[in-house]
């Protein structure tokens, strides 16, 4: 049975991978502290095997964390020069592939939800092939392989490493914010363990006026936005506002739909999603990418959208939820 754990390892082979091409490059202007970096990172995938088992300790990771931190905000985190293709070579490549170009992306979607939906019929001998509890994750992981090998089969490269050194190039313009979603989704988990949706409902209920649903409705759908402009993350805002708003007040003394509620309260999230730059991989990681001037350019073109996006919300929640 193909299991998370062979996930987990497979990502941390490629960030030892990609450490030892940083340490191996002479011209790195942070060689040494970039590859400490994403080597540290990979090794940690593979240690979390035996903590996960039980069979080691859980706070060499917590360790490991710190040294990361430390890392990347002392500015030991750089990047270097790669060789890549320039612009009249892609052009080049364009025009030669044509829309063949494309069935690589479109291989690892394809090989995920045919793999997803086939997993309860592949077994060997009764065991299943994929694992149960994490199939989409596994079959990510096969879609992304499948995807790899078929740009090698269609573009034929002339060094077969191509993807690694390419892949590394793609991690080093993006840097430290690519570990930001895995960050804050543990940041959520950790308010949420540590009472913060309870201490928030506390102080709301102070606040808000009694028998008042526009004022309910008000504190839920920003308190949705302001959690998510400060962790970054819908998902991590959403238990901490529903816990002290969304489920007691909205619900249970409104009587609102809990379905219409917490689908727009999540909507109401993702407007603050739109204006933070702790949502990394959605608002400072195109800018990257993009090599724009302004790193918070993506931010500033969308709160445009978002504000009046979020009062839509209030709306639809007020008049929707509520009969």
Not at 39 to 53: N, P
Not at 241 to 251: D, K, Q
Request: charged share 10%.
């Amino acid at each position: 049975m193909i299991n998370v754990e062979a996930v987990y390892w497979l990502i941390g082979i490629l960030f030892v991978a990609w450490a030892s091409l940083i340490a191996a490059d002479t011209n790195h202007p942070r060689r040494w502290g970039s590859s400490a970096f994403w080597g540290i990172l990979g090794l940690c995938f593979f240690y979390s095997t035996w903590v996960q088992a039980g069979t080691a300790p859980g706070w060499i990771l917590g360790v490991a964390v710190l040294v990361l931190v430390v890392l990347a905000s002392t500015g030991l985190l750089g990047h270097g020069k790669h060789r890549t293709s320039t612009g009249p070579e892609r052009e080049s490549y364009a025009k030669r592939f044509g829309n063949k170009l494309f069935i690589p992306a479109l291989t690892l979607p394809l090989v995920t939800v045919i793999l997803v939906l086939a997993a309860p019929v592949l077994n060997i001998g009764g065991t299943p092939l994929l694992d149960p509890k994490n199939t989409t994750l596994v079959a990510l992981a096969i879609g992304a392989v499948a995807a790899v090998i078929v740009a090698l089969v269609i573009l034929k490269p002339k060094n077969p490493a191509t993807p690694i050194f390419e892949s590394r190039r793609i991690l080093e313009s993006i840097g430290w914010a690519a570990l930001l979603p895995q960050m804050l989704t543990t940041l959520g988990i950790l308010f949420t363990k540590a009472g913060v949706g309870t201490a928030v409902g506390n102080l709301a209920s102070g606040l808000l006026p009694k028998g008042s649903l526009i004022a309910g409705v008000l504190v839920y759908c920003i308190g949705m936005f302001l959690f998510t402009v400060l962790m970054g993350n819908g998902f991590a805002a959403f238990p901490i506002m529903t816990a002290a708003i969304g489920w007691p007040v909205l619900v249970q003394t409104f009587h609102g739909d809990p379905a219409i509620i917490f689908a727009i309260g999540m909507l109401a999230g993702f407007c603050g999603t739109l204006c933070t730059p702790m949502a990394a991989n959605f608002n400072l990681v195109p800018s990257a990418l993009l090599e724009m001037n302004n790193k918070y350019g993506v931010i500033t073109a969308q709160v445009g959208t978002a504000i009046p996006l979020l009062a839509v919300n209030i709306a639809l929640m007020y008049f929707l939820a509520f009969h």
